[in-house]
């Protein structure tokens, strides 16, 4: 399972020769609570890792989730609490607190750029490949608890033909025969253009999807009517928050934003012993 494997990794890294602070303070018997606190407002993300964390250090702590997955909270909001061994809850704060920091952030931020879709928009907002290694299962379900979309999984999971795969085929129209003659029929071909006359191809090629690279709001409008419907058009390249809304009236039918993982700050969340 991905969510295990990340936590094995995480807490390999900072348990492999145990805990010198830890085991020389607290005496084993000790028994404590903490609550996990959220230091800003945010979006909640992450509470069953949180609690698989500590129940990987110790299955015999107690973990509470007091908040539903997505939900906007304030600042100093109660978002879990783990009860059990004090050592072991010392053991496992950093790296639970490090992955739900970061899937809180993501969430967050995933919140803010759906809330920019002006009302009656269509508009989705979606995530790309741009994630942390080894880190996208979490980041990726982050984005999906924020209210957002996922693009695709992974190289093999759609046809997405790029700048390169177009320069390296000859040009948008070969790209497009090719990966629709040798993909599966079940599969989608999406390319990538970044001017009006590639549009003009991938559309006469009858590409599924086009993604419309760092073009202007004027190209976007002028991409849609030249489309009319004939294929699904999705705007990516350096969105910004305040490019959404004109890009949603424009009428695309996805953003897709690197923004919501590849540089989003952790949210702040901190564990406080009771």
Request: with cysteine.
């Amino acid at each position: 399972m991905v969510v295990d494997r990340v936590i094995a990794t995480s807490l390999e890294e900072d348990l492999a020769s145990g805990d010198l602070t830890t085991e020389a303070c607290i005496p084993a018997g000790a028994l404590a609570v903490a609550r996990a606190i959220a230091r800003k407002a945010m979006v909640a993300c992450g509470g069953p890792v949180f609690a698989r964390v500590f129940t990987r250090v110790d299955p015999s702590l107690a973990v509470e989730l007091h908040v539903e997955e997505g939900a906007r909270v304030e600042a100093g909001a109660c978002l879990w609490t783990v009860r059990g061994r004090a050592r072991a809850i010392l053991m496992g704060e950093r790296v639970a607190l490090n992955l739900v920091q970061r899937m809180c952030g993501v969430a967050t931020q995933a919140r803010t750029y759906v809330d920019a879709v002006p009302e009656g928009c269509a508009t989705r907002i979606t995530d790309t490949r741009k994630t942390t290694p080894g880190l996208r299962g979490l980041e990726r379900y982050a984005v999906r608890v924020g209210g957002a979309h996922n693009h695709r999984d992974d190289l093999g999971a759609a046809v997405l033909i790029k700048d390169n795969h177009v320069a390296a085929c000859g040009g948008v129209r070969p790209a497009i025969e090719r990966a629709r003659a040798a993909a599966p029929h079940t599969a989608k071909i999406e390319c990538e253009v970044d001017t009006l006359a590639q549009l003009d191809e991938a559309l006469a090629a009858r590409a599924d999807i086009v993604l419309l690279d760092n073009m202007p709001t004027a190209m976007v409008i002028e991409a849609v009517k030249r489309a009319s419907g004939r294929a699904l058009l999705e705007a990516s390249g350096g969105i910004t928050l305040a490019r959404v809304a004109e890009l949603a009236r424009a009428g695309v039918d996805a953003i897709s934003v690197g923004a919501l993982t590849h540089s989003v700050p952790a949210a702040d969340v901190g564990l406080d012993f009771e």
